[in-house]
């Protein structure tokens, strides 16, 4: 099994697992294959939450812009059941930056959504311009049964994400990471590559201060990193 990185204290807020980033490269290429690879790699990658993630419009992608705008999160209720609510906060809504990997990434897979609307199988060469998705459509909507059709609106539901999420994760040596856990480590890893906090909140949906006291973990990269930082201010002032 791999050694995860934890919260060091137990007095800290958060006791979620923080990845180191070749980690979180070994983690998300693992699921290349599974129907979660999109999911996971848009939440490795933009740190966005679990629900805000399985409440993505195609709509909300504006590949000329690079960015992923968040409008909305997935709810599961006793009185509604499943269904789509707005953020707790004007600050959820956001539009994330992302890189052009994970633009290919998600182009791939909405193209795969106009191939199941038009009945054609992967790679047959056909003109999909002319193929609309219907309105509100889901990026990572619930997969379908057998003997069910696909549906573009249904959403996924967010606690079986995670728990086949995790699943997955301890088949590949990741036992105990929680799909949330990413969020936690990109942010991390943000800080440690000295992103500045206001930047990362604006990014994650979060103000600052809980960023800070509740979401980042230290990693060993950050304390060595720390502790070079010191060595060269240290040196020679000693007399060793």
């Keep these: 099994m791999r050694e995860l990185v934890k919260v060091p204290s137990p007095a800290e807020a958060d006791h979620g697992i923080a990845l180191e980033s070749e980690q979180l490269r070994s983690l998300v290429q693992g699921f290349r294959g599974s129907v979660l690879f999109p999911t996971v790699a848009v939440a490795a990658f933009t740190g966005a939450r679990r629900n805000e993630i399985l409440a993505l419009r195609w709509d909300d992608l504006d590949t000329a812009a690079k960015t992923l705008r968040i409008e909305r999160a997935a709810e599961e209720t006793e009185k509604h059941g499943l269904r789509i609510k707005g953020p707790k906060t004007e600050r959820g809504k956001r539009s994330i930056t992302i890189d052009d990997d994970l633009i290919a990434l998600l182009t791939a897979e909405r193209e795969r959504h106009l191939r199941i609307i038009a009945g054609v199988p992967d790679g047959a060469v056909v003109d999909l311009s002319f193929v609309k998705l219907p309105p509100g459509a889901l990026m990572f909507p619930n997969p379908p049964g057998p ?67 509740s979401y980042a973990k230290r990693t060993r990269k950050a304390d060595t990193s720390a502790a070079a930082v010191i060595g060269a201010l240290s040196r020679g002032a000693l007399g060793i």
Excluded at 149 to 169: C, G, H, I, Q, W
Excluded at 174 to 187: I, S, V
Aim: net charge positive; glycine share 8%.
């Design 147 to 213: 003997g069910e059709d696909f549906s573009f609106l249904k959403l996924r539901n967010p606690r079986n994400t995670t728990k086949e999420f995790m699943r997955k994760a301890a088949k590949l040596g990741f036992r105990g990471l929680r799909l949330y856990d990413l969020r936690g480590t990109h942010e991390t890893l943000l800080l440690d590559a000295g992103v500045p906090v206001h930047v990362i909140a604006a990014r994650c949906g979060h103000d600052p201060a809980v960023l800070l006291r």
